[in-house]
Nanobody, 125 residues
């Protein structure tokens, strides 16, 4: 059974940096995509950044507008470990951060999605 585990969260002051890690294990195939999401209690989970296999070396990357220029998503070739580098953090970035692995057929049909349990990022003023 595929497992996804996040780590790297913590309590920091505004302006600080954190790097979150997402490790995918027990998988037979390379994930087609990895997404980082965040959720504040009482609100919907939102996509922060994702990296998708598009045939290029680096993959396609997308970011939530409010984190562009501050957050960077990266992954090893097998997407065994994916990172979310977060710089210049603000209190508005405070949330539980989740990683999700997507598995797809060669034709791009997503047949499995696996969530991690999350890691808390808290940013004080």
């Amino acid at each position: 059974q595929v497992q996804v585990a996040e780590s790297g969260g913590g309590l920091v002051q505004a302006g600080a940096s954190l790097r979150l890690s997402c490790v995918v294990s027990q998988n037979l195939y390379t994930p087609h995509a990895i997404g980082w999401y965040r959720q504040i209690p009482g609100e919907e989970r939102e996509l922060v950044a994702n990296i998708t296999d598009d045939g290029s070396v680096d993959g396609a990357r997308n970011y939530l507008n409010t984190v562009k220029g501050r957050f960077t998503i990266s992954a090893d070739n097998a997407k065994t470990t994916t990172y979310l580098q977060m710089n210049d953090l603000t209190p508005e970035d405070t949330a539980d951060y989740y990683c999700k692995a997507f598995f797809a057929t060669p034709q791009g049909f997503i047949y499995q999605q696996v969530w991690g349990r999350g890691t808390l990022v808290a940013v004080s003023p």
